[in-house]
């Protein structure tokens, strides 16, 4: 299983996996499973691996099928992110991301997605330095998952990578740009499976 070839996934899950269970395994409209897989993408998040090994995955299915090793992870945090939209009546969020040390380049009117899960922030962000870039965001397919998070008390919303945004405006500061992104629908490469057996549905 995933578990067993992905050394990092193993790990994470564990350390996800009794945080889940010191909790007292709370109410929640997402199953155990969807839980842990939450907690442990905020733990992996930081890691840097994650992230990127989904945007290489999404440019082929060979690609996908062959070398993304958290297709597991992949598959629950796309289904958690489903079910908390849905409890949380399919409201859109307003919400910000820097993103460190790059400068990104978008006209208005640009279709564009993140292509990898992304941490945003409810609370408004506005430090920056000459380096970062600064997304305001209106996403309708994120969901508020600050209470099934590993660090609980950011405010924070996960958009999918598969939630397409229209640049809807571009400016400068002193120090960086700010792109606004507003939500346009969804488009994905990905044909995602369920592989049994990697961990059980609780």
Same mark, same amino acid.
């Given at each position: 299983?995933?578990?067993?070839?992905?050394?990092?996934?193993?790990?994470?899950?564990?350390?996800?996996?009794?945080?889940?269970?010191?909790?007292?395994?709370?109410?929640?409209?997402?199953?155990?499973?969807?839980?842990?897989?939450?907690?442990?993408?905020?733990?992996?998040?930081?890691?840097?691996?994650?992230?990127?090994?989904?945007?290489?995955?999404? #440019?082929?299915?060979?690609?996908?099928?062959?070398? *993304?090793?958290? &297709? %597991?992870? @992949?598959?629950?945090?796309?289904?958690? +992110?489903?079910?908390?939209?849905?409890?949380?009546?399919?409201?859109?969020?307003?919400?910000?991301?820097?993103?460190?040390?790059?400068?990104?380049?978008?006209?208005?009117?640009?279709?564009?997605?993140?292509?990898?899960?992304?941490?945003?922030?409810?609370?408004?962000? #506005?430090?920056?330095?000459?380096?970062?870039?600064? *997304?305001?965001? &209106? %996403?309708? @397919?994120?969901?508020?998952?600050?209470? +099934?998070?590993?660090?609980?008390?950011?405010?924070?919303?996960?958009?999918?990578?598969?939630?397409?945004?229209?640049?809807?405006?571009?400016?400068?500061?002193?120090?960086?740009?700010?792109?606004?992104?507003?939500?346009?629908?969804?488009?994905?490469?990905?044909?995602?499976?369920?592989?049994?057996?990697?961990?059980?549905?609780?």
């Amino acid at each position: 299983s995933e578990l067993q070839q992905n050394l990092l996934f193993s790990w994470v899950w564990a350390v996800a996996s009794n945080e889940w269970q010191d909790s007292g395994v709370p109410v929640s409209p997402v199953s155990s499973d969807q839980a842990i897989a939450l907690k442990a993408y905020t733990i992996i998040a930081t890691d840097g691996k994650f992230d990127p090994a989904v945007c290489e995955a999404g #440019s082929s299915r060979q690609e996908y099928r062959d070398k *993304f090793h958290y &297709k %597991t992870l @992949h598959f629950l945090l796309t289904q958690a +992110l489903a079910t908390l939209r849905v409890s949380q009546g399919q409201q859109c969020h307003d919400v910000s991301r820097v993103v460190r040390g790059v400068w990104f380049q978008a006209r208005r009117g640009d279709i564009i997605r993140f292509g990898q899960f992304v941490l945003t922030s409810l609370s408004e962000t #506005s430090q920056c330095s000459g380096t970062d870039t600064v *997304f305001q965001v &209106k %996403t309708c @397919h994120g969901a508020d998952i600050d209470k +099934l998070s590993f660090n609980s008390g950011g405010e924070e919303v996960l958009i999918p990578p598969f939630e397409t945004f229209e640049v809807t405006n571009v400016t400068w500061d002193e120090k960086c740009p700010r792109i606004q992104l507003s939500s346009t629908g969804t488009h994905s490469n990905y044909n995602c499976e369920w592989l049994r057996g990697d961990v059980t549905e609780g």
